[in-house]
């Protein structure tokens, strides 16, 4: 049985409902970019997970103004960057694809423009990089 693309569409669409689609398609490493209800920005980049990861901590490492919290086992990393809390996480999703996830709250409250500023400046570093 062959699926019409409209239903594969509506499926597709179905499923992400719960989330805002900043982005589809990027060029250079970033395959693409949700914003999730949690003010968390996904991407999918096209680097393998160390190289994405260690990109990670040198980007937050040079923009915090205190010492980052590293938590090598599960790859996450908590810096203050201009007196925001940023986290970000790296996870393995294939072969030379990462996840990168990216947040910032400021006085507990979430700061997307922060979250976005720093996802995109990791990726950036990555592509410069490569």
């Not at 019409?4 to 693409?32: K, Q, R, Y």
């Not at 160390?50 to 590293?70: F, M, N």
């Not at 979430?110 to 979250?115: G, K, L, R, S, Y």
Request: with cysteine; aromatic share 6%; charged share 20%.
């Amino acid at each position: 049985m062959r699926k019409s693309p409209l239903l594969v569409l509506l499926v597709l669409v179905a499923s992400v409902s719960s989330a805002c689609v900043v982005a589809a398609v990027g060029t250079g490493v970033m395959a693409g970019q949700v914003l999730f209800e949690d003010n968390t920005y996904i991407g999918h980049i096209n680097v393998e997970t160390g190289r994405t990861w260690a990109q990670t901590k040198t980007t937050l490492s040079h923009r915090s103004s205190q010492p980052v919290d590293v938590d090598e086992a599960h790859r996450k990393i908590v810096a203050d960057i201009d007196s925001v809390t940023v986290t970000a996480s790296v996870e393995t999703y294939d072969v030379n694809v990462s996840v990168l996830r990216v947040s910032a709250k400021k006085y507990g409250f979430a700061d997307n423009e922060m979250a976005k500023m720093m996802f995109d400046r990791i990726t950036e570093d990555i592509n410069r990089n490569k």
